[in-house]
């Protein structure tokens, strides 16, 4: 058994006897966690068979997994596997009308404690899930979630410090965000590896004709997010808050990022999806935009207001990678599918922190320490690993400070 209570090799769910005959489901790597389990829901509501591919590794994906089934019952189907098992993967590509590809380890601390296992899932796995793709006669649609992190930490714009954020000192750029013109320039064992699937998405389409896209995604927020300190940070600080615990903020806090609530993004995914002829072998930069930012210190401002409280804040050093300013560009996808953003910042927060109280103030985020070689791998492995990268990371910042 593993951690979680499941058997390790446990029966494929593709052979279940309650799907619909009529219907191809659709298939979530991933699907359990949060953005996983927003995009299931969208689906599912309309009647639509999901398989979800998830090894349940990442801590709250199993309340995600039973809100699922207790909301639609015998249309989702659960495939427990590793995006590195191949023939697995095989399988469930060859039962499915749509693959979203979520499974991942996002985490840029993990990725530099461990960066083998980190391209093994990211790159590698994608890779799995393309040669599965390529081999159909008619292939599905794939969109995969890459990361801004593509374009590095961006330490050539220049910027400005404000009181409670930076800002680009060029007005044009900062009017609009980076857009799909910037070259890529990965950082870090995780940017590489996210990188290269970027790549490989975008080739097999360009050389295999696969009707494949890639988002490159900023900060992506909203219900059934389960945040720690390396990744999910809006529903992190939003849960810290609620339990009357610190918040540790990394740099000054001024950092801005483009954040977009979940319903936004599940709506550009399902316009990607139905306009596919259009917008495959394309990379689209995918956040808030320029109207819909916000800096750490900003976002302890709102949660303030939230709570007739400001959350305890502590600062630490920098992180590797770090980006002190990102806003995505979205010029591009808008302007050929028609989508744009349409929930704000205070109410998209202010939509999360309700969710929160609503689920009861969340149980402790539990992470236990197994080992990366004795736990089995993620098929959605978002940060599961924080405390114990972080404390290595620590430790060989200050090997090399000794040195």
């Avoid at 292939?139 to 410090?161: A, C, Q, W």
């Avoid at 900023?218 to 609620?242: K, M, T």
């Amino acid at each position: 058994m593993n951690r979680n209570g499941h058997a390790r090799n446990a029966p494929s769910a593709l052979n279940v006897k309650n799907a619909r005959p009529n219907a191809k489901p659709i298939l979530i790597t991933g699907g359990a966690g949060f953005i996983g389990t927003n995009v299931a829901h969208y689906y599912l509501e309309q009647g639509q068979r999901v398989i979800l591919y998830d090894n349940l590794s990442r801590a709250g994906v199993e309340k995600n997994l039973s809100w699922l089934k207790q909301t639609h019952g015998n249309l989702v189907d659960l495939e427990e596997a590793d995006v590195r098992d191949a023939a697995r993967l095989k399988k469930a590509v060859n039962h499915a009308s749509k693959i979203f590809h979520f499974a991942a380890q996002v985490a840029v601390t993990t990725s530099l404690v461990s960066p083998i296992e980190d391209f093994e899932i990211n790159a590698r796995g994608t890779l799995n899930l393309l040669e599965a793709i390529r081999a159909m006669h008619t292939p599905p649609p794939l969109l995969f979630t890459s990361t801004n992190k593509v374009y590095g930490d961006l330490s050539d714009i220049e910027i400005r410090r404000r009181a409670t954020r930076y800002e680009l000192a060029d007005q044009t750029l900062g009017q609009h965000g980076i857009s799909e013109k910037r070259s890529v320039n990965f950082h870090s064992p995780y940017g590489c590896s996210k990188g290269a699937a970027d790549q490989y998405v975008l080739d097999y389409a360009r050389t295999f004709d696969l009707p494949a896209l890639v988002f490159r995604m900023s900060c992506i927020y909203g219900q059934h997010q389960f945040g720690n300190e390396d990744q999910g940070w809006v529903a992190h600080f939003l849960i810290r808050a609620l339990r009357d615990e610190p918040i540790t903020i990394y740099g000054d806090g001024r950092q801005v990022r483009d954040i977009l609530f979940v319903e936004d993004l599940v709506n550009a995914f399902a316009t990607a999806q139905e306009q596919i002829e259009t917008v495959a072998g394309q990379a689209f930069n995918i956040g808030g935009g320029p109207r819909h930012t916000t800096s750490l210190l900003e976002l302890m401002e709102l949660i303030g207001q939230l709570r007739g409280k400001k959350p305890e804040v502590q600062f630490d050093e920098w992180r590797p990678a770090d980006q002190q300013y990102y806003v995505s560009d979205t010029r591009k996808f808008s302007a050929i599918t028609g989508w744009k953003q349409r929930v704000t910042v205070s109410e998209g927060v202010r939509s999360l922190y309700e969710w929160l109280l609503e689920t009861n103030n969340p149980e402790p985020v539990v992470l236990i320490e197994n080992g990366a070689n004795s736990r089995q791998a993620s098929g959605l492995m978002q940060g599961s690993d924080a405390p114990r990268s972080k404390r290595l990371w620590a430790e060989t910042l200050k090997t090399r400070k000794a040195a």
